[in-house]
């Protein structure tokens, strides 16, 4: 059974933990009803030469669930990477108002893949899973006005893709197909119960 502990607050034996900084991610679990702390893992996120997307993402999840869980190896940890693939070609976060609007005038009208890799582990069970969810955008034909227009409002600079779509980034989709929207977020939340559940850490009974 999970202890009580509370998001973000540093806990000396924590029962979950999610290996990550990011406040997107810390938002997705929260809806699960699951007191956890949230710990950054530290590692180099650099792309390996040769590497897929489909195996960066999941490698950089279990590496970044792997440097936490080291520190604490009664807990569970989630580990999670995501990356958006155009012509086989990565997408990182942009980072700058000039990228951004490159990466969205090249994804008007167009289908972007978003690869999502996560993973589940605790040390002292020996307990590793680790997948990828794919998520596909399909992209509106979009004006340089409206990609301004965009930016503007939600500076989506540390996004993979550079938009939110919790937020108004949704207005620049023409589709979205997948089977876990929450994977479009970075944390594919459905692919995660069912590892919590084969960890035996059920969130509907937990709540």
Not at 158 to 168: N, R, T, Y
Request: proline share 6%.
């Amino acid at each position: 059974m999970l202890q009580p502990i509370i998001s973000g607050t540093p806990a000396a034996d924590p029962s979950l933990i999610l290996a990550s900084t990011s406040p997107y991610r810390r938002e997705l679990l929260a809806r699960l009803c699951l007191p956890f702390v949230a710990i950054s893992p530290h590692i180099d996120e650099t792309r390996r030469e040769g590497e897929s997307a489909v195996v960066m993402v999941q490698r950089l999840a279990s590496e970044k669930a792997r440097a936490v869980a080291v520190q604490h190896p009664l807990a569970w940890v989630i580990g999670a990477d995501q990356c958006a693939v155009l012509d086989n070609q990565v997408l990182g976060k942009p980072g700058t108002h000039e990228r951004a609007f490159a990466q969205l005038r090249a994804a008007s009208g167009r289908s972007v893949v978003f690869h999502t890799g996560l993973c589940l582990m605790c040390v002292e069970q020996g307990f590793e899973r680790t997948v990828e969810v794919p998520f596909t955008v399909r992209f509106r034909n979009l004006s340089d006005a409206e990609i301004e227009h965009y930016l503007a409002k939600e500076k989506p600079y540390d996004c993979a893709g550079s938009f939110k779509s919790e937020g108004l980034g949704i207005a620049l989709f023409e589709a979205l197909e997948g089977s876990d929207p929450s994977a479009l977020i970075g944390l594919p939340l459905i692919a995660l119960c069912t590892l919590l559940r084969e960890a035996g850490l059920n969130p509907l009974g937990t709540c």
